[in-house]
């Protein structure tokens, strides 16, 4: 456990080191109930510091959960009066402005749960040192900005781990006595602490090449335990696509001679960057098409990507400190966005990830955790690994994109990469040099680094038929965040149009634009086009080019006129769901109302429309989730947001079964499994029409999904099937109860898929219940030390608003539970899986006061992580 009182720490105290480590030598001795660390590193006084003159500062290195065997300082072993062990630091005097220092550490990863640090995973070893894992290994200035150049040297059984991996080049390999064996790793690019990894392993590879735009050739080796070696092949791909992508979009090449993935079971989030040896959550790295949905292997081509570009966006170029995590993170999730538009259909891809962003992070940023991008300051790190930083950090980085231009941006990343490469920076050095590129003042667009909370903006407009002018007028505003009770205006890029009767995009300006961004900066700004007929309808914040609220009173009428003729795939589906969440708003307050006939028609319209893009016509035919209704509801009222969301997708598909029914039939057709845009867009639209056909309550619809389940040559359509008969309005519980079965003894020896079937469950307004969940923690195939699976089970649960919700609250009770038992084992797992409760606020008064008293219950434990502790307490 860390300190009973945990200490806050702020981005205004930022002092650089007083030491530099200019090259660490590390050496691990890998046994079965203990591993030997040691360390040799060559110090160096911090030149640039001013220090009293005549004295050197004692050496203060980070170090947690370690045993000290030795200390040796330049040769000479330290007495206990020469250093000092305080928690979690160890103190050594210093003697000379250089030295060597020699640490040796034991340590223990067979009993590591916590997963930051060196630990086993299915009986191998790895590493996971981002944040601060890294002093869970030695004593170290585990700090971003002390950057040094690391060679590594792994001894162990050459039976039990035949294969030994670090970071960088291997340059020597050699056979020990007692079946021991050596690999030693360098690694010539200087680097922080949390990009150090390790991997020891019976593993087996895939093997490839890549050859550089100048010439240089690379290997490529992908690693998993050898029952998935056959899963590897579009992990592959995917980094070849991405090493390409970065030289020709961001002209950035690979440095190394190898670059490897190593697949494991056992992680905290979804894979880390270490130079040259990515670690990757095995759920986003293995795919074959009877195991992976579609949406896997997107996401597995995203998280590769992103992975590879941290080598520059974070690797060449790190962060000075954690409050600058979004330097790296914002940029590198805007790098692989752009790549995944590029590599899928662009329009989905931009749907996907606004909605995600209004839906998760707008929630994030209304609820106590609210923090800005670049936050100024935490009690634990691994909290701020958030949509914030990510997503919203990238859509800051999209906006600079927008204000800039694409080839201003580039001018703007070669210089930033130039000036700062082998450097660890900050957002200020990024937008610097967006700024020194591009001649741009971006002094007001900083308010997004500095300011949390989601802007609202208002939009109202008037049309003077006499003149033909037409005025729209923007005001801005944002609501207070904690410890930010005052906002002051953002820079708001708006993308805008003007629509007329005919559904033609007007003309804007003299020039003749037919869209233009509009560069927001007043608290209320008004813009006026000229000549316009007839009064105009307006296509507002298109592509989403701001991450803001747009409150706009468009008509039912208008949207529907939006969702047939905008241009912008963004503001056709966002038209389509304005007009669902009014048609269930107004179920959740008047449930015995009929479900409004014009969202029925207009329903029917996008599934008629034979001329619309599948892929966003499978996106707009998505009604509003229950997550995002939530998010936008004044007070959530779970158990009326679904039954009135059920409600409406039951009118829909009751009115256009005919309809619905033979776009399936056109769309479900026998092909090879390719997981190619065009193909996933008919599959996805298909599956949209089965979710709608088993709302209606027929067994023949039922059955239509039974058959689709068992003719199923790939898990996307084996996958929504199941789902569709678990949800299907007509029950069979029988049937339920044979697929289930199925489906677990079909996969129950792949980790991956087990995680699903548990979350199926768990997450089913159906079947979820609170009893069920506790039985499903009993089965065999859950690992309750496994990330994924507590994710899957118990995240699952959270996000079931039948029954997380509760009369009586005991799945909040129930949850309470979980986060204590597992705050012991495992801080991060806990401290996430806990942030429903944290919303507790928005919720009506009874099920707010639960959610309450089980945080309370939670704050009332001795001993919370810091992790727990500081999002416990920053809730009530
Ligand atoms: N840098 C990784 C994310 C990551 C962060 C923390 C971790 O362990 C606590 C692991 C991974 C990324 O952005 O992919
Ligand atoms: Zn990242």
Request: charged letters at 25%; one cysteine or more; aromatic letters at 10%.
């Amino acid at each position: 456990m860390k300190d009973a009182q945990p200490r806050t720490i702020y981005l205004k105290d930022y002092q650089a080191p007083d030491y530099w480590i200019d090259t660490t030598h590390l050496t691990f001795d890998l046994h079965e109930d203990y591993a030997l660390v040691t360390s040799v590193l060559q110090m160096r006084l911090n030149g640039e510091k001013e220090f009293e003159s005549g004295t050197l500062p004692a050496l203060t290195l980070h170090g947690e959960e370690l045993d000290l065997v030795s200390l040796h300082r330049d040769g000479e072993e330290l007495e206990g009066d020469q250093y000092q062990l305080a928690k979690g630091t160890l103190i050594v005097s210093v003697k000379q402005p250089t030295f060597e220092l020699q640490v040796v550490t034991r340590i223990r990863p067979q009993e590591n749960t916590s997963l930051e640090g060196l630990y086993k995973s299915n009986g191998m070893f790895c590493t996971q040192c981002e944040a601060e894992g890294f002093r869970k290994i030695t004593y170290y200035l585990d700090r971003p900005d002390v950057m040094s150049v690391f060679t590594t040297k792994v001894i162990a059984s050459q039976a039990r781990y035949p294969v030994l991996l670090a970071n960088g080049n291997a340059i020597d390999k050699g056979e020990l006595e007692n079946d021991r064996h050596y690999v030693t790793w360098e690694d010539p690019f200087k680097k922080p602490s949390y990009l150090f990894a390790l991997v020891a392993g019976d593993l087996e590879c895939i093997e490839d090449r890549f050859t550089t735009m100048s010439g240089r050739d690379v290997t490529l080796k992908i690693f998993t335990e050898s029952h998935n070696i056959h899963k590897c092949d579009h992990a592959m791909v995917s980094l070849k696509k991405s090493m390409r992508w970065d030289e020709e979009v961001y002209g950035r090449e690979y440095d190394l001679d190898i670059f490897m993935i190593v697949a494991v079971d056992h992680f905290n989030m979804g894979a880390m960057e270490n130079k040259g040896l990515n670690i990757f959550n095995s759920s986003c790295v293995l795919a074959s098409p009877e195991t992976a949905t579609d949406a896997t292997y997107q996401r597995i081509e995203a998280i590769v990507a992103h992975e590879y570009f941290h080598n520059w966006s974070g690797n060449r170029v790190t962060c000075r400190d954690w409050f600058q995590l979004s330097l790296k993170e914002g940029f590198t999730v805007f790098r692989d966005a752009e790549f995944s538009a590029d590599m899928n259909s662009r329009g989905v891809k931009r749907i996907q990830d606004a909605s995600l962003l209004r839906t998760a992070q707008f929630a994030e940023d209304a609820g106590p955790m609210a923090h800005p991008i670049r936050p100024e300051s935490f009690i634990e790190i691994s909290n701020f690994y958030t949509l914030t930083v990510y997503e919203k950090g990238c859509e800051v980085v999209r906006m600079i994109h927008t204000i800039l231009g694409a080839g201003q941006f580039r001018k703007g990343t070669d210089l930033y990469f130039d000036r700062h490469d082998g450097e660890a920076a900050t957002c200020e050095d990024f937008v610097k040099a967006m700024e020194d590129a591009s001649g741009v003042d971006l002094t007001q667009f900083r308010h997004w680094y500095s300011q949390a909370g989601t802007p609202v903006m208002t939009v109202t407009d008037k049309y003077d038929a006499e003149s033909g002018d037409y005025h729209l007028t923007i005001a801005q505003s944002c609501p207070a965040t904690p410890g930010q009770e005052q906002k002051k205006p953002f820079h708001i890029p708006v993308g805008i149009a003007l629509l007329d009767e005919q559904g033609q995009l007007l003309p804007l300006n003299a020039a003749g634009d037919k869209e233009q961004v509009l560069s927001i900066k007043q608290s209320e700004e008004t813009f006026v086009v000229k000549g316009c007929k007839s009064k105009p309808l307006p296509s507002l914040l298109r592509n989403f080019s701001a991450p803001v609220r747009v409150r706009y009173d468009y008509s039912k009428d208008d949207l529907v006129f939006l969702m047939k003729h905008d241009t912008d795939s963004f503001n056709r589906w966002d038209a389509c769901q304005r007009l669902g969440v009014a048609a269930i708003e107004q179920l959740v307050e008047q449930p015995q109302q009929a479900v409004d006939p014009q969202l029925v028609d207009a329903f029917g319209a996008v599934i008629a429309d034979a001329a619309m893009d599948k892929a966003v016509k499978a996106e707009m035919l998505c009604l509003p989730s229950e997550a995002s209704l939530a998010e936008q509801a004044d007070v959530i009222q779970p158990l009326a947001i679904v039954a009135a969301r059920k409600k409406v997708k039951q009118a829909i598909a009751v009115a256009h079964k005919d309809a619905l029914q033979a776009l399936y039939n056109e769309l479900n057709h026998e092909r090879v499994y390719k997981p190619e845009a065009a193909d996933i867009a008919e599959r996805t639209l298909k599956n949209v029409c089965l979710g709608y056909l088993s709302a209606v309550n027929e067994a023949e619809c039922v059955q239509l999904a039974a058959k689709q389940y068992d003719d199923a040559s790939n898990m996307t359509d084996r996958r929504a099937a199941l789902g569709c008969v678990i949800d299907a309005h007509y029950r069979d519980e029988a049937l339920v109860e044979r697929l289930l079965t199925d489906f677990y003894d079909r996969y129950k020896g792949n980790s991956n898929v087990m995680d699903d079937w548990f979350a199926v469950q768990s997450s089913s307004a159906e079947l979820g219940t609170v009893e069920k969940v506790k039985a499903l923690m009993q089965h065999d195939s859950f690992d309750s030390t496994s990330p994924n699976k507590l994710r899957s089970l118990i995240g699952g649960f959270t996000r079931n608003m039948t029954h997380f919700h509760t009369a009586g609250g005991t799945g909040y009770e129930f949850l309470a539970d979980r986060v204590i038992e597992l705050d012991k084992q495992n801080p991060q797992v806990a401290s996430r899986i806990m942030t429903p409760l944290t919303r507790w606020k928005k919720f009506e008064p009874v099920t707010s006061g639960l959610m309450k008293n089980a945080l309370e219950r939670i704050k009332a434990v001795h001993n919370l992580s810091t992790d727990v502790y500081e999002v416990v307490n920053k809730s009530l």
